[in-house]
């Protein structure tokens, strides 16, 4: 089977960076994806890493270490909005997702 | 362009009944994949469809069954509610099984 962990909850002050962690056991996998959920709203898809190494969109970083099993997602210049739960979802055979325990990223003023 | 859309949004049953839930790819996707996620938990996949087929299933009982029709679109349906199947489902759509996934907003479903 696949298991990934997070940290369950972060929390960070408006305008700093804040960094989440990542990781993972599996027999394999195509890939790690992050997706962000607002309460009660609809996963949506933010990065994803084939490779190991860093993939950057924007204010949000995604980082891959396939031979650590490890990942992360970095979110710099954090804004209010992004007060939100973040997963890391490995990417298995066929698309099939395994979404993470998930982490409640919390922004201060 | 609509997204992915999900209905109804929220539906409470009893025990012993069964539901459907539906939903509609955004336009262009044939592949749907259905998750059922609890509260305070990650989604979890069930099943996913493309080409009318079952294509892969999650670790869920059979009374979890689903289709798509030519249309793309699909409906789960679940046999004999338990209160444990009280959680967010959530519809997911790719133009191809191999592509990204973008999620509806879920139907919440609560069983007494």
């Known amino acids: 089977g696949q298991s990934l962990e997070q940290p369950s909850e972060v929390t960070a002050v408006e305008g700093a960076i804040v960094q989440i962690n990542c990781t993972y056991q599996?027999?394999?996998?195509?890939?790690l994806s992050w997706y962000q959920q607002h309460d009660g709203g609809a996963p949506t898809f933010l990065s994803y890493?084939?490779?190991?190494g860093l993939e950057e969109t924007g204010r949000f970083s995604s980082f891959l270490s396939r031979s650590d099993s490890y990942g992360y997602l970095l979110l710099q210049e954090l804004q209010m909005k992004d007060s939100a739960s973040y997963f890391c979802?490995?990417?298995?055979?066929?698309?099939?997702?395994?979404f993470g325990t998930g982490t409640q990223l919390k922004v201060e003023l | 362009d609509a997204g992915v859309t999900q209905s109804p949004t929220h539906l409470i049953k009893t025990r012993g009944q069964q539901v459907t839930l539906r939903c509609s790819p955004k336009?262009?996707?044939?592949?749907v994949s259905w998750y059922q996620q609890a509260l305070g938990q990650g989604p979890q996949f069930i099943f996913q469809?493309?080409?009318?087929?079952?294509?892969q299933r999650g670790n869920f009982p059979d009374r979890f069954s689903g289709h798509q029709f030519p249309n793309y679109s699909s409906e789960l349906n679940v046999n004999a509610l338990l209160l444990g199947d009280s959680a967010l489902y959530l519809c997911?759509?790719?133009?191809?099984?191999?592509?990204?996934?973008?999620f509806g907003p879920g139907t919440r479903l609560l069983v007494l």
């Open positions: 997911a759509s790719s133009f191809d099984p191999q592509e990204t996934q973008y």
């Open positions: 599996t027999s394999g996998f195509y890939g």
């Open positions: 890493n084939a490779l190991d």
């Open positions: 979802v490995l990417t298995g055979g066929g698309n099939k997702l395994t």
């Open positions: 336009s262009g996707h044939d592949t």
């Open positions: 469809y493309y080409e009318e087929e079952e294509r």
